[in-house]
């Protein structure tokens, strides 16, 4: 039944276990009765920051949906810092939206991005009137996407997000006056034009574009340690025993969150909760069929936003209405290059076979067969010139833009060694996670190494389809400098079908910036200094030290 008439109501004030007030937005039904809720949390302002999930058509399929600003942001009280209250204020509001005089006392959870994570960690909390919830490219820790993405700092994401997001609220909550907003406002517009050189500069715990009082916590998160007591409240995969709800995760090939959303999903399929994942070829928040460079065709918008109400509604009357659940296979995911979709009961897909692809010199060649002579490559890196980011799971500024990008003019660079196939002699589908193994020897007392998975096409166009980067004391802590060590490089996962003709190439260097912070090969790192060396690197294909990727191809 649709409900034509809504009843809007705004600024609905929820007091939490502190004493601080939380402000929200309500839509629900003018038809008397009691409805299950549907209840968003974000920091994006619950008047104009929501992507594409409209409160007021969840409302007409009878819901009552809230939408609620978070602690410290535009109408609600307290203090912002990244998901650090998240667990606790979303008990709270969910036991006030549960006994609301209009509520049935059932609620669900939607969102994407930071209000995916609140899900996620008001799941956590334990609270029973929670019955499911549906966060689309989720995380599920905030050390692993911030400054421990494999020991690096995922230094574009940071800033840009502090920058761009969180910092315009700020100013004006701190800035009384009409004058100090407008100058706090034009300073804003001038870095945000300016990033490209804003991203260079170091020690970053003195970023300029950011000022210690408009935001304390920038800085001081930047030197907090994974292991830092902070972090380990605001951790769920830590925390996955507490989860008892079924979630609907939805994931891109292409997004900043995507083995976290994969591990959200695999979390509550292993323990029978009812979730399923749906993974497209879709960049952080970006449902179109063009992505990036390439145009993956109308298929690609199957899941995308136009379906994306009647999914949630097919869902959430699951759950709360105990309506049926249209037949739907616990994974859904869309295959590159064939630009179609395919189903699987598990993830990774049961009809996937890891295979080594085994990298060579010569030509520099990548071949399925091992290596039986030694062989090696160097190459030098100078953080002082790191190779640029150039499309993948970013969340960056237009000059970096996320996605599917050509490589080629990348590849000129004597930095970046390409290990190529021939071309194919027919289709090759690979479905699944996917690792380089790397044994690789450094001059300097630390240094990282990347690696890059690309679909080559006969044109000679090189679209990236996933990457990696390792920093080598993550692996081998002191162990390092002047000694061979094999080091396992997580690309994270995709699916795509290298179509006859064309060639599977793996990039191996060690930067990727600004996506990663450049690893100063020092020993230290440019959170608190601007002291560089130049790295010396070998990589090695022997018998003894066999290079590879891992491929899962589908058989």
């Not at 100058?183 to 950011?210: C, G, H, R, V």
């Not at 096409?457 to 094999?486: M, S, Y």
């Amino acid at each position: 039944m649709k409900h034509n008439q809504l009843i809007i109501e705004t600024d609905i004030p929820a007091k939490m276990r502190d004493g601080v007030t939380l402000y929200a937005d309500i839509y629900r039904p003018a038809d008397e009765g009691k409805y299950p809720v549907l209840l968003t949390r974000l920091p994006y302002s619950k008047s104009y920051g929501l992507h594409f999930l409209r409160p007021n058509i969840l409302a007409e399929q009878g819901y009552i949906v809230i939408v609620q600003d978070v602690r410290g942001r535009y109408t609600s009280e307290g203090e912002f810092v990244p998901y650090i209250a998240e667990v606790d204020d979303g008990y709270d509001t969910i036991e006030w939206a549960a006994n609301l005089p209009y509520s049935n006392g059932d609620v669900g959870m939607f969102g994407l991005s930071y209000y995916g994570y609140t899900q996620i960690l008001a799941a956590i909390s334990g609270n029973e009137h929670l019955k499911t919830i549906a966060p689309i490219m989720a995380q599920n820790s905030m050390t692993d996407v911030f400054n421990d993405h494999d020991g690096a700092l995922e230094l574009g994401m940071w800033e840009t997000w502090n920058l761009e997001s969180m910092l315009p609220n700020m100013l004006t909550r701190k800035y009384s006056t009409r004058e100090e907003q407008e100058q706090a406002a034009n300073t804003l517009m001038k870095n945000l034009d300016n990033l490209e050189s804003l991203y260079k500069f170091k020690p970053y715990k003195d970023w300029p574009a950011i000022g210690r009082e408009e935001m304390p916590y920038f800085s001081e998160l930047l030197n907090y340690e994974p292991t830092h007591n902070h972090w380990q409240k605001i951790d769920a995969k830590s925390n996955y025993d507490k989860i008892n709800v079924p979630g609907l995760h939805v994931a891109g090939w292409y997004d900043c969150f995507l083995d976290k959303t994969i591990a959200n999903f695999q979390n509550g399929h292993s323990r029978k909760l009812g979730d399923k994942l749906v993974i497209g070829p879709w960049t952080h928040a970006n449902f179109a069929q063009m992505i990036g460079d390439r145009d993956f065709g109308m298929a690609a918008t199957k899941w995308g936003e136009a379906s994306m109400h009647a999914r949630h509604i097919e869902w959430f009357n699951h759950w709360l209405k105990k309506e049926p659940l249209p037949d739907m296979a616990a994974v859904n995911y869309f295959v590159m290059g064939l630009n179609d979709w395919k189903t699987a009961e598990t993830w990774p897909p049961e009809n996937t076979v890891t295979t080594p692809l085994y990298f060579k010199t010569g030509t520099v060649s990548a071949e399925f067969a091992p290596p039986t002579k030694e062989s090696e490559a160097k190459f030098s890196y100078d953080p002082e010139n790191p190779v640029p980011s150039n499309g993948g799971g970013t969340l960056h500024k237009e000059l970096h833009a996320d996605g599917p990008r050509d490589q080629q003019h990348l590849e000129l660079r004597n930095d970046i060694l390409c290990y190529s196939t021939a071309p194919l002699e027919e289709s090759l589908e690979i479905t699944g996670p996917i690792q380089v193994k790397l044994w690789a020897k450094t001059d300097a007392p630390n240094t990282d190494f990347t690696a890059k998975l690309v679909d080559v096409f006969p044109d000679g166009t090189a679209f990236n389809l996933a990457d990696g980067i390792i920093r080598a004391n993550k692996q081998h802590g002191d162990n390092v400098q002047n000694k061979i060590n094999e080091y396992t490089i997580d690309l994270w996962a995709t699916s795509n079908l290298f179509e006859k003709g064309h060639q599977i190439r793996v990039e191996i260097s060690s930067s990727n910036f600004p996506r990663f912070d450049p690893n100063p090969n020092t020993g230290s790192s440019f959170i608190n200094s601007t002291e560089s060396q130049i790295a010396n690197q070998t990589i090695y294909h022997s018998p003894e030290f066999p290079s590879h990727i891992l491929l899962p191809i589908v058989r």
